[in-house]
């Protein structure tokens, strides 16, 4: 069993659809968790990340960590075409080191 | 600042060559990182980097090789490239303070095909 699994897709939305990005992992140690961005052809830059349980909000981005059934998720509101990107979940037990990545989910979202 | 830069950016060898990756980060990072990464599997860890003169391995270090001899640099070496190391690589630097906040920067990528 993978240490984070995470659907990669493709998905394909229309414009202003909501979108969920979803993660599961089987390591309880995990404390950190974090959404990257990454668009075709560039390296991965983070999003947005959360210390333990909870929600964050920022802007039309919301994480959500669920540590009692090791699941983490990722919503985009009112989704617009340069959303469009690869998104991968990332989680360690010590911060930004030694993050574990999952699959990457393809989104597309269509005008 | 220029954050993590990587040479080249495109590459092709031949079964048997070998090339070194060249990263260089300008952010006084400690900690530093080689990934590859396959199409629709993610990003695995290959080398990383706690400070320099140190190295250790990560996920799939086998055909690969790595040193650290300055807080700046962190170049990945391949010997005797095979075609299962067609991926694409990136390196990566992270402070080393273990805040919540801190993340781990990420240069453009060295695309590698091994023919």
């Known amino acids: 069993q993978k240490e984070v699994e995470q659907d990669p897709g493709p998905l394909s939305v229309p414009e202003g659809a909501i979108v969920s990005l979803n993660c599961t992992y089987s390591?309880?140690?995990?404390?950190?968790f974090m959404w990257y961005r990454q668009y075709s052809r560039k390296g991965p830059e983070l999003l947005m990340y959360?210390?333990?349980?909870g929600n964050k909000e920022d802007g039309r981005f919301t994480a959500q960590v669920d540590k009692s059934s090791k699941y983490i998720s990722l919503f985009i509101r009112d989704s617009q075409p340069s959303d469009s990107a690869t998104y991968l979940c990332a989680m360690s037990p010590q911060g930004a080191q030694k993050l574990v990545f999952g699959q990457g989910t393809r989104l597309t979202i269509n005008p | 600042n220029a954050g993590v830069t990587q040479t080249p950016k495109f590459r092709i060898l031949k079964i048997g060559q070998s090339m070194t990756l060249q990263c260089t980060q300008d952010m006084n990072h400690n900690y530093m990182y080689w990934y590859r990464q396959d199409p629709g599997m993610g990003l695995k860890l290959i080398y990383y980097s706690v400070g320099a003169g140190i190295t250790d391995k990560g996920e799939v270090p086998n055909g690969y090789n790595v040193s650290r001899s300055t807080t700046e640099d962190f170049p990945l070496r391949l010997e005797l490239a095979a075609p299962s190391q067609t991926s694409v690589y990136f390196c990566?630097?992270?402070?080393?303070?273990?805040?919540?906040?801190?993340?781990?920067?990420f240069g453009p990528g060295t695309r590698l095909t091994v023919l």
């Open positions: 990566a630097s992270s402070p080393r303070s273990g805040r919540p906040a801190d993340t781990q920067y």
């Open positions: 959360t210390y333990s349980s």
């Open positions: 390591n309880s140690a995990f404390q950190y």
